[in-house]
């Protein structure tokens, strides 16, 4: 298994003989407007891999949820009508609305070419700012003679993630560590910190976990050098927690 962090949340996976795009953001630096007024316009680093490389060879698109830096309005127009793309409930329409013709809504699970996809609901902050957000969802996937792994997407460190570790035993979670702040919401984090990172390091020992959502978005104030700073003073090894940079692949 290989998985490539292409930037922010956007991977491609090489998973059971198939390649999956996740979560794709292929525009250019600050094309989109900052999520809350004042801040930066979004992305904020240009990608690092031509973007018809991105979308090469590709066997399927997975998509937790529809806010632009995860599925943008290029990724729309460059990826092909026809691929096969998973989305979850709440995004039937958007996904229709694009046109796309081989959409397959995954309320619970699917099989697909011998790979097993379960949804995990996420919740993409707390309290306050929770309403603002919208609904996401992370996924496991499963295949015989593979790594289980689980994309947790835009999601804090909340129960339904913690059962779902406790349930599957990931050996691999990717997780979206940016540490999310709204302005005049700082008391409410929408994604995980670096204090939730070491958290969930602590539930799943044996699993490599795997931050993305880093050093990309307007709001995202944890960075790769804070959590490895964090994660050292917490005595954290750095083969448990890998930080991986844009276009870096890890193989298992």
């Given at each position: ?17 198939k ?31 031509p ?50 013709s ?11 070419k ?16 929770l ?35 406790e349930?599957f035993?990931?050996?691999?979670i ?79």
């Open positions: 298994m290989k998985i490539q962090l292409i930037r922010n949340a956007t991977l491609k996976l090489n998973y059971a003989g390649t999956m795009l996740i979560d794709p953001m292929l525009c250019s630096k600050e094309t989109f407007e900052p999520f809350v007024k004042g801040l930066k316009r979004n992305p904020i680093v240009d990608l690092n891999i973007v018809n490389e991105v979308i090469s060879n590709l066997d399927a698109v997975l998509v937790t949820h529809s806010h632009p830096d995860h599925f943008d309005q290029l990724s729309g127009e460059l990826l092909p009508k026809g691929v096969k793309l998973f989305s979850t409930p709440v995004d039937k329409n958007f996904f229709l609305k694009q046109k796309f081989n959409v397959e809504i995954i309320d619970n699970k699917t099989t697909w011998n790979i097993t996809i379960t949804r995990i609901e996420g919740k993409h902050g707390s309290g306050s700012v309403p603002y957000m919208g609904q996401v969802s992370g996924f496991i996937l499963q295949s015989e003679n593979e790594p289980t792994i689980y994309i947790v997407s835009d999601s804090i460190l909340n129960n339904e993630v913690k059962k779902a570790v349930v035993k990931p050996e691999i990717v997780i979206n560590a940016g540490g999310g702040i709204i302005p005049g919401f700082e008391d409410y984090p929408v994604l995980m910190d670096e204090k939730q990172t070491i958290e969930l390091t602590k539930i799943a020992p044996e699993s490599k976990v795997i931050a993305v959502h880093l050093d990309c978005i307007d709001f995202c104030k944890t960075t790769r050098k804070s959590l490895r700073i964090f994660a050292s003073e917490k005595s954290l090894l750095d083969n448990q927690l890998l930080i991986p940079k844009d276009g870096e692949t890890l193989t298992f």
